[in-house]
T-cell receptor, first 113, second 112 residues
Framework: DADVTQTPRNRITKTGKRIMLECSQT?????MYWYRQDPGLGLRLIYY???????NKGEISDGYSVSRQAQAKFSLSLESAIPNQTALYFC????????????FGPGTRLLVL | GDSVTQMEGPVTLSEEAFLTINCTYTATGYPSLFWYVQYPGEGLQLLLKATKADDKGSNKGFEATYRKETTSFHLEKGSVQVSDSAVYFC???????????FGTGTRLQVFP
């Protein structure tokens, strides 16, 4: 089984809808991250969390919110989706004990019509 | 702020050719440097890393050396295979921070 899983893997939604992307990990890591990937722009950090009570905004947090329900779960919500949020979204985890390496999930491809 | 610049792709090579993908960075202090690889339909995987000047990271025949004097971390492989076809991302991480700064990615296509 994969260490970092994301659901759904693909999602099509309409402008104005609220959607949630979920991430779960079995690595026991404290730190979790949400990124979006756009063609020609690489990956950009949306939010990150060092533990259940510590959530921080990243480079492009506007229009997004997150919830860290447990050490193993970190959800990303789009309160009112818009077309320019169409992208590939990745969750990642890391553990200071393991160095700086981040471990990525397989991604969620989101299309907002 | 910190940034990473890598060569645009796609890079198209024949099998067994030599590969170089250039990466330069700007940072305050001395960041850790990484190469991640993304195979089609998958998430990113760490390929190699280096945490201080003159360190060489290596994995699966790929190498990159942390050059402080040229602020570079170029990825090289002596003989590429079709299975190396993927998108390669260079990234930096400032000392004492958790944030990865990614380059825009370079697509490598290897043909038999």
């Amino acid at each position: 089984d994969a260490d970092v899983t994301q659901t759904p893997r693909n999602r099509i939604t309409k402008t104005g809808k609220r959607i949630m992307l979920e991430c779960s990990q079995t690595k026991g890591h404290d730190r979790m991250y949400w990124y979006r990937q756009d063609p020609g722009l690489g990956l950009r950090l949306i939010y990150y969390s060092f533990d259940v009570k510590d959530i921080n905004k990243g480079e492009i947090s506007d229009g997004y919110s997150v919830s860290r329900q447990a050490q193993a779960k970190f959800s990303l919500s789009l309160e009112s989706a818009i077309p320019n949020q169409t992208a590939l979204y990745f969750c990642a985890t890391s553990d200071l004990k393991g160095g700086e390496t981040q471990y990525f999930g397989p991604g969620t491809r989101l299309l907002v019509l | 702020g910190d940034s990473v610049t890598q060569m645009e792709g796609p890079v198209t090579l024949s099998e067994e050719a030599f590969l170089t993908i250039n990466c330069t960075y700007t940072a305050t202090g001395y960041p850790s440097l990484f190469w991640y690889v993304q195979y089609p339909g998958e998430g990113l995987q760490l390929l190699l890393k280096a945490t201080k000047a003159d360190d060489k990271g290596s994995n699966k025949g790929f190498e990159a050396t942390y050059r402080k004097e040229t602020t570079s971390f170029h990825l090289e492989k002596g003989s590429v295979q079709v299975s190396d076809s993927a998108v390669y991302f260079c990234a930096s991480q400032g000392y004492g921070t958790d944030k990865l700064i990614f380059g825009t990615g370079t697509r490598l296509q290897v043909f038999p």
